[in-house]
């Protein structure tokens, strides 16, 4: 279990904020103070009318957040959970780590050597959680591992790159497709 205690205010319906109110202070700015709770209306009250220009043209502010987020003690963002089995295990493939949970799949950078069908083990397990309560490794789990089957290999959507200099006549317009590895996991190995 985590020691830093949370202070969460989920964001669902429209907040209304004026320029005179608490949320409107610039001097908030993102951050949350240690123990209060602020939403994320808040920060966006406090940034958008920081500057004196706008104080004087927004004196009411209508801010609407469609989806459900929180904003934990410390001030940053976090994404909405679906509850304590929200992942079993934090792996690390092919240089970037993934929130897993048994029987979803993940798509990564490819794995070389993979063929759709076949079977993968993960042995580079940073974290798993049983319950509520996390395991981490230093640096690495002793004896956990996440198994999967490859879905498909497949590329990316592609990405355009353009190279420009102005005045020189010289312009580069090319494309680019991430080969990419889908893969569904199928069991979570826990020590």
Known sequence: ???????TVS????????????????????RAAAGSKASLSDAFCAMSLATPARKQANRSLSICAAATTS????????PPSTGAAAWDAIVEVGGSQQ????????ECHSLK???PGSKIAFERVLATKAGDAPTFGEPYVAGARVEATVLENFKDKKLIVFKYRRKKHYK???GHRQPMTRFLVTKVVKP
């Open 11 to 30: 964001v669902a319906a429209p907040v209304r904020a004026t320029a005179g109110s608490k949320a409107a202070k610039p001097a908030f700015m993102g």
């Open 172 to 174: 580069r317009k090319n």
């Open 1 to 7: 279990m985590s020691t830093m205690a949370m202070a």
């Open 113 to 115: 050597g993979v063929e």
């Open 99 to 106: 929130f897993v949970t048994e029987g979803r799949y993940y």
């Open 71 to 78: 904003v934990n003690q410390v001030g940053f963002v976090t």
